[in-house]
């Protein structure tokens, strides 16, 4: 096959999207995301390569569900998957758009309950120690009346819209440091007031949702289905042949880790206990705990890993389960896509003591080697505030000026467009 080098990929100024940048557009702005896509980006891929009528688009791992609401306001079927359960909360939340009146007046009678507010009364609250750990006690006890009301709500749909409403409000409420997405205590971190945080991030909300449904209903896109589940990438259930478009961006590898950056609402919603456990189902993640640095199916794979063994073993496992993990991804794309069907995966490369970890140019032998072609792969410059541009250069997870270990990466991923 022919050998293809990603170094000789001219950067693309037409997909940086300097000017017009639409992060805050219908509901993408409900609930910070780490890595999240650009939007604009998932609008040119849904233009270039859109589903067949009555056709479906899918992101295998779907985060906050940028996918499926552009998905959703292009007025095509999607769906998607993600192993957090925060994840696919906020996805669901944003993809449901709620009659602004109704909402309006239940969250008028949200916030008249604070006014019964007393925090000497008993609320039934989580237990879990981290909470103690995260919280002080005036705002553990709103947080915990702000739970209360949220499922006091009947409606499903505006019950998950006030939880995800909270959910984002929990690290600006905590002891967490806001710069950072690392679980890390800010000793002087000013108090914010939960009830106030919750007022003023509802009405943020209730306005992107108010333009978002009024758009659907004018295009009459109101019944497009869209369906998020909480699932596994490598096996994601989804029909065979039964998808015209994905648009998908894996996690990078031990940059992230997502169990960690939302234990918050992991701990108050009680989705997880076991935060060890929880983080070995995340692709990526530096706590997989396999052995084996074999990988078959890229020659580069192979050459990396044995360049990062010479410098940690264990770095060397977690990367080759990555990229073992990645290579069961490429498969379950190639088996759900319609012959003829377009997978396009956003993805960045890294480097780790010093190896340069090629991710992109990795998960497209692993694509090819699935029985996809190559249609096009483009190169763009990542703004910087979307993505940290610092690494610590021992472990290649994202880290701020302080470490002394940092070094700066160059911000830009690949976008690989493959058919079927
Ligand atoms: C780069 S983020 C995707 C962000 C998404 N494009 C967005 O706009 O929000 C990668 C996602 O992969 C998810 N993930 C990690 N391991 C997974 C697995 N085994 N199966 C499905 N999703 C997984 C993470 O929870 C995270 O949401």
């Given at each position: 096959?022919?050998?293809?080098?990603?170094?000789?990929?001219?950067?693309?100024?037409?997909?940086?999207?300097?000017?017009?940048?639409?992060?805050?557009?219908?509901?993408?702005?409900?609930?910070?995301?780490?890595?999240?896509?650009?939007?604009?980006?998932?609008?040119?891929?849904?233009?270039?390569?859109?589903?067949?009528?009555?056709?479906?688009?899918?992101?295998?791992?779907?985060?906050?569900?940028?996918?499926?609401?552009?998905?959703?306001?292009?007025?095509?079927?999607?769906?998607?998957?993600?192993?957090?359960?925060?994840?696919?909360?906020?996805?669901?939340?944003?993809?449901?758009?709620?009659?602004?009146?109704?909402?309006?007046?239940?969250?008028?009678?949200?916030?008249?309950?604070?006014?019964?507010?007393?925090?000497?009364?008993?609320?039934?609250?989580?237990?879990?120690?981290?909470?103690?750990?995260?919280?002080?006690?005036?705002?553990?006890?709103?947080?915990?009346?702000?739970?209360?009301?949220?499922?006091?709500?009947?409606?499903?749909?505006?019950?998950?819209?006030?939880?995800?409403?909270?959910?984002?409000?929990?690290?600006?409420?905590?002891?967490?440091?806001?710069?950072?997405?690392?679980?890390?205590?800010?000793?002087?971190?000013?108090?914010?007031?939960?009830?106030?945080?919750?007022?003023?991030?509802?009405?943020?909300?209730?306005?992107?949702?108010?333009?978002?449904?009024?758009?659907?209903?004018?295009?009459?896109?109101?019944?497009?289905?869209?369906?998020?589940?909480?699932?596994?990438?490598?096996?994601?259930?989804?029909?065979?042949?039964?998808?015209?478009?994905?648009?998908?961006?894996?996690?990078?590898?031990?940059?992230?880790?997502?169990?960690?950056?939302?234990?918050?609402?992991?701990?108050?919603?009680?989705?997880?206990?076991?935060?060890?456990?929880?983080?070995?189902?995340?692709?990526?993640?530096?706590?997989?705990?396999?052995?084996?640095?074999?990988?078959?199916?890229?020659?580069?794979?192979?050459?990396?890993?044995?360049?990062?063994?010479?410098?940690?073993?264990?770095?060397?496992?977690?990367?080759?389960?990555?990229?073992?993990?990645?290579?069961?991804?490429?498969?379950?794309?190639?088996?759900?896509?319609?012959?003829?069907?377009?997978?396009?995966?956003?993805?960045?490369?890294?480097?780790?003591?010093?190896?340069?970890?090629?991710?992109?140019?990795?998960?497209?032998?692993?694509?090819?080697?699935?029985?996809?072609?190559?249609?096009?792969?483009?190169?763009?410059?990542?703004?910087?505030?979307?993505?940290?541009?610092?690494?610590?250069?021992?472990?290649?997870?994202?880290?701020?000026?302080?470490?002394?270990d940092c070094k700066k990466v160059y911000p830009n991923e690949y976008i690989i467009i493959m058919q079927k």
């Open positions: 096959m022919r050998k293809r080098d990603f170094d000789k990929i001219k950067v693309s100024p037409s997909w940086a999207f300097n000017q017009d940048r639409s992060t805050n557009k219908w509901t993408h702005g409900y609930h910070r995301y780490p890595a999240k896509f650009l939007p604009n980006v998932v609008e040119k891929l849904i233009d270039l390569y859109p589903p067949e009528e009555g056709g479906m688009i899918a992101d295998l791992f779907a985060g906050c569900g940028t996918t499926l609401v552009e998905a959703k306001a292009h007025g095509y079927a999607s769906i998607g998957t993600d192993i957090n359960p925060v994840a696919t909360l906020i996805t669901r939340v944003k993809t449901t758009p709620i009659d602004p009146i109704k909402l309006e007046t239940e969250y008028n009678a949200f916030i008249a309950k604070f006014a019964n507010y007393d925090s000497k009364a008993f609320i039934d609250m989580p237990t879990h120690k981290r909470i103690d750990y995260w919280f002080k006690p005036e705002q553990k006890y709103k947080v915990a009346f702000l739970y209360q009301c949220a499922n006091e709500e009947t409606d499903d749909k505006i019950r998950e819209f006030f939880l995800v409403a909270i959910s984002h409000i929990l690290k600006n409420c905590s002891r967490w440091l806001q710069s950072s997405t690392k679980p890390q205590v800010d000793k002087i971190k000013p108090d914010v007031e939960p009830f106030g945080a919750f007022e003023q991030h509802c009405q943020q909300m209730m306005q992107s949702n108010k333009l978002f449904y009024e758009h659907l209903q004018t295009h009459n896109f109101f019944d497009v289905p869209c369906r998020i589940i909480e699932g596994d990438a490598r096996r994601t259930g989804i029909e065979d042949a039964s998808i015209d478009t994905i648009i998908t961006s894996p996690p990078y590898v031990t940059s992230y880790e997502y169990a960690d950056i939302h234990q918050l609402t992991g701990y108050w919603m009680e989705l997880f206990d076991d935060l060890a456990k929880f983080r070995q189902k995340f692709i990526g993640t530096s706590y997989s705990g396999k052995t084996s640095l074999e990988v078959s199916g890229s020659k580069l794979a192979t050459e990396i890993i044995k360049a990062l063994d010479e410098k940690s073993h264990l770095i060397a496992r977690n990367v080759a389960t990555y990229f073992n993990d990645l290579n069961q991804v490429a498969e379950e794309m190639a088996r759900i896509l319609k012959d003829g069907g377009y997978a396009c995966v956003v993805i960045g490369n890294t480097t780790i003591k010093e190896v340069q970890i090629k991710s992109a140019q990795v998960f497209f032998d692993f694509l090819r080697g699935a029985g996809l072609k190559e249609e096009k792969i483009i190169k763009r410059n990542i703004p910087y505030k979307l993505m940290p541009t610092l690494r610590d250069k021992n472990t290649g997870r994202f880290t701020t000026l302080d470490n002394k």
